[in-house]
C-alpha cells in the first residue's frame, strides 16, 4: 500500500476559507427582495382578514334566502377552510418548481395568483346573480388562493433567509411576519371602518366588494418590487453544483430531491418544523382568526366591538416582531423560541382569565398576554425552519413542514377552540390547547440546533461587507459560529476549489500546508 504523504495529510486537516469563498450582500438587491416577500405576506394576511370580518355576509349573499343563518355562516366558515386544505397541495408542488427552476420565478406565480384570485371574489356575482354557480366560483377562487398561498410563506422566507447576512438574518426574516400581522390588522381595520361608517344595506350591496379589489392594486405593487430581484446566490451555487454532479451525486442533498426522497432524507426535520409551526400557529390564529368569534359568540360582545378591540394588540405586536427577530440574532434562536413556548403555557390561562373579566381592560390585556408568546414564536420560525433543510431541498421542505401544520393547526383552530367551548361549556378550554401544543413545541425545540449567526446548511458564509468577509476568513479558526469543515462537506463548490488548489500545488511541488 502508497504510504500517505505526511504534507498533503496536513493540507486536508487545516483546509481553509478564501475570502472570495464568502457571500457579500448586495445591499440594493436586500432591500428589494425585503420588499418584495413583505407586501407579498402582507397581502396574503391581509385577505385573511378581510375574508373573516366579512364572513357573515358572504354567507347571507352566496346562500339563498331560504336557508338558515347559521348554515350560511357555517357554509362562509367552510369555504375558509377550504384555502387551508389547498395550501399542503401548493407547498409540495411549488416548493418542488422553486427548488428546481428558482425561488423567484414561483413567488412572481404565486403572488399573481392570489392577487387575481382576491380581486375575482370582489367581482363575483353573488346567488341572486348567478345563482348555484357562485357558491361554487368562490370555492373555486379560495382553493386558488390556498394553493399559491402554499408556495408563498415558504418561498418568502426561503428567499429572504438565503439573502440575509448571517449575522442579522432573524431580524431581515421577522420583517416577513411583521408584513404578515400588519396585513391582516390592515385587512380587519378597512372591514371595521366600512361597518362603522355605512349602513348594512350598503355593506350587502357593493361595499363589502371594496376591500377585495384593493388587492389588486396591491399585488402589481409587489410584483413590481419582485420583478427585480434575481434570484439568491445560494439558489445560484446550489443550480451550479447540481448541473456539474454525476449522476451517482444526484441523490446527495447537494441536488434537488422528489417528495418521497425528501422525506426520507429529513424526516426527522420534517417533524421538527411541523411541531413547532403548529404549536405557533395554534397561538397565532386563535388571536387572529379566533378571537373576534370568541369575543362575540363566547364573552358577548358585539360583532363591531369584538373585531375592534383585537386591532390595536395586533398592531403592537407586528411592530415588536423585528425587536424579538433582532433578539434572536444576539442571543440565539433557541432562546427566544423557549421563551415563546414556555410563555404559552404560563401564560394561556391567564390570559383568559382575563378575557373572561368582562371589562373592555381586561380583555385588551387578556390579548396582550396571548399576543406576547406569539411574538416570540413567530418572528424567529421565519429563520429557524429554513436552516433545517440544505439549499438544494429547503423550498420543498419548508412547503411541506409550514403547510400541513398550517392546514391542520392553523386553518382548524378557530374550529377545533370553538369545539372544545362547546362540548366541555367552558370558556377556558382553549386555553388548554394553546397549552398542550406548546409543550409539544417546546419539546420540539429541544431538539433544534442553534442557527443564529451560523451559514445556512449547504451555503457559503454571507456578510454584509468585504471588511466583515475579510474579517471573517482571518479569524475562522477562532468563530464559534463557523465550522470550516462542515462546510466543505456541504458546499460542493468549495470542495472542488480545495482539490483543485491540492492538485496545482502537488505539481509545482510547493509546500501544500495553507498560510494563513
Given at each position: 500500500?502508497?504510504?500517505?504523504n505526511?504534507r498533503?495529510?496536513?493540507?486536508?486537516?487545516?483546509r481553509?476559507?478564501?475570502?472570495e469563498?464568502?457571500?457579500?450582500?448586495?445591499d440594493?438587491?436586500?432591500?428589494?427582495a425585503?420588499?418584495?416577500?413583505?407586501?407579498?405576506?402582507?397581502?396574503?394576511w391581509?385577505?385573511?382578514?378581510?375574508y373573516?370580518?366579512?364572513?357573515?355576509?358572504?354567507g347571507?349573499?352566496f346562500?339563498?334566502?331560504t336557508?338558515?343563518?347559521a348554515?350560511?355562516?357555517?357554509?362562509s366558515?367552510?369555504?375558509?377552510?377550504?384555502?387551508?386544505?389547498?395550501?399542503?397541495m401548493?407547498?409540495?408542488?411549488?416548493?418542488q418548481?422553486?427548488?428546481?427552476v428558482?425561488?423567484?420565478?414561483i413567488l412572481?406565480f404565486?403572488?399573481?395568483m392570489m392577487?387575481?384570485a382576491?380581486?375575482?371574489?370582489?367581482?363575483?356575482?353573488?346567488?341572486?346573480v348567478?345563482?348555484v354557480?357562485?357558491?361554487i366560483l368562490?370555492?373555486?377562487?379560495?382553493l386558488?388562493?390556498?394553493?399559491?398561498?402554499?408556495g408563498?410563506y415558504?418561498?418568502a422566507?426561503?428567499?429572504i433567509?438565503?439573502?440575509?447576512?448571517d449575522k442579522?438574518?432573524?431580524f431581515?426574516?421577522?420583517?416577513?411576519d411583521?408584513g404578515s400581522y400588519?396585513?391582516f390588522a390592515?385587512?380587519?381595520a378597512?372591514?371595521?371602518?366600512l361597518?362603522?361608517?355605512?349602513?348594512e344595506?350598503?355593506m350587502e350591496g357593493f361595499a363589502?366588494?371594496?376591500?377585495?379589489?384593493?388587492?389588486l392594486?396591491?399585488?402589481?405593487?409587489?410584483?413590481w418590487?419582485?420583478s427585480k430581484?434575481?434570484?439568491?446566490p445560494?439558489f445560484?451555487?446550489?443550480?451550479?453544483?447540481?448541473?456539474k454532479?454525476?449522476?451517482?451525486?444526484?441523490?446527495?442533498?447537494d441536488?434537488?430531491k422528489?417528495?418521497i426522497?425528501?422525506?426520507?432524507?429529513?424526516w426527522?426535520?420534517?417533524?421538527?418544523?411541523?411541531?413547532?409551526?403548529?404549536?405557533?400557529?395554534?397561538?397565532?390564529?386563535?388571536?387572529?382568526?379566533?378571537?373576534p368569534?370568541y369575543?362575540t359568540?363566547?364573552l358577548?360582545?358585539?360583532p363591531?366591538?369584538?373585531?375592534?378591540?383585537?386591532?390595536p394588540i395586533?398592531?403592537?405586536?407586528s411592530l415588536?416582531?423585528?425587536l424579538t427577530g433582532k433578539?434572536?440574532?444576539s442571543?440565539?434562536?433557541?432562546?427566544?423560541l423557549f421563551v415563546?413556548?414556555a410563555?404559552?403555557?404560563?401564560l394561556?390561562?391567564p390570559a383568559?382569565?382575563?378575557m373572561?373579566?368582562g371589562?373592555?381592560?381586561?380583555?385588551?390585556?387578556?390579548?396582550?398576554l396571548l399576543?406576547?408568546p406569539?411574538?416570540?414564536?413567530?418572528?424567529?420560525l421565519?429563520?429557524?425552519l429554513p436552516a433545517?433543510?440544505?439549499?438544494?431541498?429547503?423550498y420543498?421542505?419548508?412547503?411541506i413542514?409550514?403547510?400541513?401544520a398550517v392546514?391542520?393547526?392553523?386553518?382548524?383552530a378557530p374550529?377545533?377552540m370553538?369545539?372544545l367551548?362547546?362540548?366541555?361549556?367552558?370558556?377556558?378550554?382553549?386555553a388548554f390547547?394553546?397549552?398542550g401544543?406548546?409543550i409539544?413545541?417546546f419539546i420540539a425545540?429541544?431538539?433544534?440546533k442553534?442557527s443564529?449567526?451560523k451559514?445556512?446548511?449547504g451555503s457559503?458564509?454571507?456578510v454584509?461587507?468585504?471588511?466583515e468577509a475579510i474579517?471573517?476568513?482571518k479569524?475562522q479558526?477562532?468563530?464559534?459560529?463557523?465550522?470550516?469543515?462542515?462546510l466543505?462537506?456541504?458546499?460542493?463548490?468549495l470542495?472542488e476549489?480545495?482539490?483543485?488548489?491540492l492538485?496545482?500545488?502537488?505539481?509545482s511541488?510547493k509546500?501544500?500546508t495553507?498560510?494563513?
Amino acid at each position: 500500500m502508497e504510504a500517505a504523504n505526511p504534507r498533503k495529510q496536513r493540507f486536508f486537516r487545516k483546509r481553509r476559507l478564501k475570502v472570495e469563498d464568502v457571500t457579500v450582500v448586495d445591499d440594493s438587491m436586500l432591500k428589494k427582495a425585503i420588499g418584495g416577500t413583505v407586501v407579498g405576506n402582507l397581502m396574503e394576511w391581509y385577505d385573511v382578514g378581510v375574508y373573516g370580518y366579512l364572513a357573515v355576509i358572504i354567507g347571507k349573499l352566496f346562500m339563498p334566502d331560504t336557508v338558515d343563518p347559521a348554515i350560511q355562516t357555517l357554509f362562509s366558515l367552510g369555504v375558509f377552510a377550504v384555502t387551508f386544505v389547498a395550501r399542503p397541495m401548493g407547498g409540495v408542488i411549488l416548493g418542488q418548481l422553486g427548488d428546481r427552476v428558482g425561488r423567484q420565478k414561483i413567488l412572481v406565480f404565486t403572488l399573481l395568483m392570489m392577487a387575481l384570485a382576491t380581486f375575482g371574489i370582489g367581482i363575483l356575482p353573488d346567488y341572486s346573480v348567478w345563482g348555484v354557480a357562485a357558491p361554487i366560483l368562490l370555492v373555486v377562487l379560495k382553493l386558488i388562493q390556498g394553493f399559491s398561498t402554499g408556495g408563498e410563506y415558504a418561498g418568502a422566507t426561503t428567499f429572504i433567509t438565503e439573502y440575509a447576512p448571517d449575522k442579522r438574518r432573524g431580524f431581515y426574516a421577522s420583517l416577513l411576519d411583521l408584513g404578515s400581522y400588519m396585513g391582516f390588522a390592515l385587512g380587519a381595520a378597512f372591514v371595521s371602518i366600512l361597518q362603522l361608517t355605512l349602513t348594512e344595506d350598503v355593506m350587502e350591496g357593493f361595499a363589502w366588494r371594496i376591500p377585495f379589489l384593493v388587492a389588486l392594486p396591491l399585488g402589481v405593487i409587489a410584483l413590481w418590487f419582485r420583478s427585480k430581484i434575481e434570484d439568491t446566490p445560494a439558489f445560484k451555487e446550489a443550480q451550479e453544483a447540481a448541473h456539474k454532479a454525476s449522476d451517482e451525486a444526484k441523490n446527495s442533498a447537494d441536488a434537488p430531491k422528489g417528495v418521497i426522497a425528501l422525506v426520507k432524507a429529513y424526516w426527522r426535520e420534517l417533524l421538527t418544523g411541523f411541531i413547532l409551526v403548529s404549536a405557533a400557529n395554534t397561538a397565532g390564529y386563535a388571536l387572529t382568526s379566533y378571537m373576534p368569534t370568541y369575543l362575540t359568540e363566547t364573552l358577548h360582545y358585539d360583532p363591531v366591538h369584538g373585531n375592534l378591540l383585537t386591532l390595536p394588540i395586533l398592531v403592537g405586536m407586528s411592530l415588536c416582531i423585528p425587536l424579538t427577530g433582532k433578539l434572536s440574532d444576539s442571543i440565539g434562536r433557541r432562546k427566544v423560541l423557549f421563551v415563546g413556548s414556555a410563555s404559552a403555557i404560563i401564560l394561556a390561562i391567564p390570559a383568559f382569565l382575563f378575557m373572561m373579566h368582562g371589562a373592555i381592560w381586561s380583555t385588551l390585556v387578556g390579548l396582550a398576554l396571548l399576543a406576547f408568546p406569539v411574538t416570540f414564536y413567530v418572528a424567529n420560525l421565519a429563520s429557524s425552519l429554513p436552516a433545517l433543510f440544505p439549499t438544494a431541498s429547503r423550498y420543498g421542505g419548508m412547503g411541506i413542514s409550514y403547510n400541513f401544520a398550517v392546514a391542520i393547526f392553523g386553518g382548524f383552530a378557530p374550529f377545533i377552540m370553538q369545539a372544545l367551548v362547546t362540548m366541555t361549556s367552558s370558556s377556558l378550554a382553549p386555553a388548554f390547547w394553546v397549552m398542550g401544543t406548546s409543550i409539544a413545541g417546546f419539546i420540539a425545540i429541544c431538539f433544534l440546533k442553534e442557527s443564529a449567526r451560523k451559514p445556512l446548511p449547504g451555503s457559503l458564509p454571507s456578510v454584509a461587507t468585504e471588511e466583515e468577509a475579510i474579517e471573517l476568513v482571518k479569524t475562522q479558526e477562532e468563530n464559534p459560529d463557523l465550522d470550516v469543515e462542515e462546510l466543505f462537506e456541504q458546499v460542493p463548490a468549495l470542495e472542488e476549489s480545495y482539490q483543485q488548489e491540492l492538485s496545482d500545488q502537488g505539481k509545482s511541488g510547493k509546500d501544500m500546508t495553507p498560510q494563513p
